[in-house]
């Protein structure tokens, strides 16, 4: 591009040769004066655009707000219990999350002119969506071992009831106490670990909520049988 | 002219040369960056799932600190690629980039084999000490009705449900809390096996064996030549022997009280006495409750002595009694139940020894007369397990390896 104009520069080239001539005119010299100046003023403003340009383009900012995001993100998932119901997911996106850290910290150690955190902030908003998504799965896994936990405890109610019903039946007689003491023993424990179910379900913690309603029912059924053994055997006795 | 013209041409010869070598110079080394292998645009996901099936695998609690080291060279790894990916002439060839990638690979597979190999053992190891205390528990459980447990079923049943519960988690792979479950059965059983090892330990006790041989011996003797009958319990084999002329004449299966294999301390303790006793009276039909019976002359002035004796040391509730009533006497056919402290006979046994044995006809009740029987058998694997439990360590899942449990 011709900064001046084709023609002016043709008028200044028309100019000098006019001074190789002899013949220069004082106005003439004044035109040329002022267009080299404009021309010094054009190449310095742009010069000094570009640097501008320049240190905006490279002073890249790092992602404060999108690490908070993702670190919040994270927090989320965790208190949604995803370190427990969706682990996979979370080391996923606990992954994500050190891997944008070390790209920061590449670009941090980078010279001020080429720092550029765009690929952090693509795993960072990745870190968001898979934390997201762990949440989700983690709150659906939660909820079915929360499902499974109360029918756990419903059927070990219901098989213990049963249980002591059937023993305030049980035949009694001086041959069978040591047995009606076991019994009653096993009784008195499920009862026990029943009445420990509830503070551990208040906690949250529904494996071990199945855990304990399984013993209960174990030892529920164990008296449930050795008393029908029982009823069953004094009735052949009695027949 | 011609000087000039020379020195002229000198130079452009010159300037053509160095021109053409900084040419060639820019154009190799334009062909050795051609020619260098580009770093791949993307990490390498291979080994970032690898660290993640590792971590899954639960590296962080058995091998923490070989994981640590692995981690930090994926991290590394990654730091080196990020460098070189964006560097015009990176400081890492691929080569080298393809080596560290490859051996890492080759390590995180053998850290996830290990890794799985120790949880695979750990898991043994915990279902391991599950199964020996299961089997504890059961050894302890059928010594009900032979040994006084009143007071300890509840006990008994709690250490059951804690296992029922470590091996529930332990099928869920939750392997955190069962240690703790091992731990809680371990301290409620830990009690009542020390009570019974010292109650079965008379059944293994020389001077004990010794002493109820001798009372045998003693009253057999004078019978040699008298043909008097005599009458022996053994309580470890449940068992009634008739002698005459210092022979065995018959053998009998009995039950005895619910607490049967103790030294009666007490009333109502279901224990069976030791000691040499007479019949003092027999009891026809109608005349007991359990078909026909021998009554004994239970508490005898040593009985007393002892009772006496054992209330002082206070190991005798102040409000109980020695007891007393203690006889053989019939049971209903198939019915084998405990009885309080009595010796229980089938009734057609009854029948068949009531008109033999006439009254002060010696009945000696002992533990046993060998000390290899029913009670020192099954006191074995009791005591061998309660005192190797105290000797292992409970549960170590960074141990390099795992004690063995038999």
């Keep these: 591009m011709n900064i001046l104009g084709p023609s002016s520069f043709v008028e200044g080239q028309s100019g000098l040769s006019s001074q190789f001539s002899g013949a220069v005119h004082p106005q003439h010299l004044q035109e040329v004066e002022r267009q080299m100046n404009a021309v010094s003023r054009i190449i310095r403003t742009g010069t000094l655009a570009i640097l501008c340009g320049s240190l905006v383009w490279g002073c890249a900012e790092k992602p404060a707000q999108v690490t908070d995001q993702a670190l919040q993100a994270l927090q989320i998932a965790k208190e949604a219990g995803a370190m427990e119901y969706a682990p996979e997911d979370f080391r996923l996106a606990e992954d994500e999350y050190q891997k944008a850290q070390e790209e920061i910290a590449t670009q941090d150690n980078a010279f001020v002119l080429m720092r550029n955190y765009d690929e952090a902030k693509t795993l960072l908003a990745k870190v968001v969506l898979d934390a997201e998504q762990a949440k989700t799965k983690a709150e659906t896994n939660k909820q079915q071992a929360k499902t499974d936990a109360e029918a756990a405890i419903i059927l070990a109610k219901s098989t213990l009831d049963n249980a002591k019903n059937l023993f305030a039946q049980a035949p009694k007689g001086k041959g069978t106490q040591a047995d009606l003491q076991a019994l009653q023993g096993d009784l008195q424990a499920a009862e026990t670990t029943l009445a420990e179910i509830e503070p551990i379900l208040a906690k949250e913690d529904f494996l071990g909520v199945k855990a304990k309603a399984e013993s209960v029912m174990e030892l529920a059924t164990r008296v449930h049988e050795q008393v029908a053994h029982a009823m069953q055997k004094a009735g052949k006795a009695k027949a | ?406």
């Design chain 2, 1 to 406: 002219m011609t000087e000039q013209g020379s020195g002229r041409s000198l130079a452009r010869r010159s300037s053509c040369w160095l021109a053409t070598g900084t040419l060639l110079l820019f154009l190799s080394l334009l062909f050795a960056w051609w020619r260098t292998p580009a770093f791949p645009p993307v990490f390498p996901t291979p080994v970032e799932e690898l660290d993640r099936q590792i971590r899954a695998a639960g590296v962080t609690h058995l091998l923490p600190q070989e994981y640590a080291v692995f981690h930090q060279r994926v991290s590394d790894l990654r730091h080196h690629w990020r460098l070189a990916a964006h560097q015009w002439w990176p400081s890492w060839t691929l080569q080298e980039f393809t080596e560290v990638y490859q051996e890492l690979m080759t390590s995180g597979t053998a850290l996830l084999t290990a890794t799985q190999h120790k949880k695979t053992a750990l898991h043994s190891h915990l279902k391991n000490l599950l199964d020996a205390e299961q089997a504890q528990l059961t050894r302890l459980r059928n010594l009900n009705g032979l040994f006084d447990l009143r007071g300890k079923r509840t006990a008994l049943s709690r250490a059951q449900s804690f296992l029922t519960q470590g091996a529930s988690l332990l099928t869920q792979a939750q392997v955190d809390q069962v240690p703790h479950l091992l731990q809680q059965a371990q301290n409620t059983m830990r009690p009542i096996e020390t009570l019974l090892i010292h109650q079965m330990g008379r059944y293994s006790d020389s001077h004990n064996i010794a002493k109820w041989n001798r009372w045998v011996t003693d009253t057999i003797a004078p019978t040699r030549h008298s043909g008097e009958l005599v009458i022996i319990v053994i309580k470890a084999s449940q068992e009634l022997r008739l002698y005459q002329k210092g022979l065995l004449r018959q053998s009998f299966s009995a039950s005895l009280g619910f607490s049967g294999l103790q030294d009666k301390l007490h009333e109502g303790d279901g224990a069976t006495p030791e000691g040499i006793f007479h019949v003092i009276q027999k009891k026809g039909k109608g005349e007991t409750k359990f078909y026909k019976a021998f009554m004994l002359d239970f508490p005898t002035t040593l009985h007393q002595r002892q009772f006496r004796a054992a209330k002082a040391q206070g190991l005798i509730p102040a409000h109980r009694g020695i007891g007393g009533f203690i006889e053989i006497h019939g049971q209903p056919l198939g019915q084998s139940d405990p009885t309080n402290g009595c010796v229980a006979l089938e009734n057609s046994i009854m029948d068949t020894l009531f008109p033999l044995i006439p009254l002060r006809t010696p009945v000696i009740i002992v533990g046993a007369l060998d000390p290899v029987n029913f009670v020192s058998r099954a006191l074995a694997p009791i005591q061998s397990h309660h005192m190797r439990r105290n000797s292992l360590p409970l549960f170590s899942p960074t141990a390099s390896s795992h004690p063995s449990v038999g």
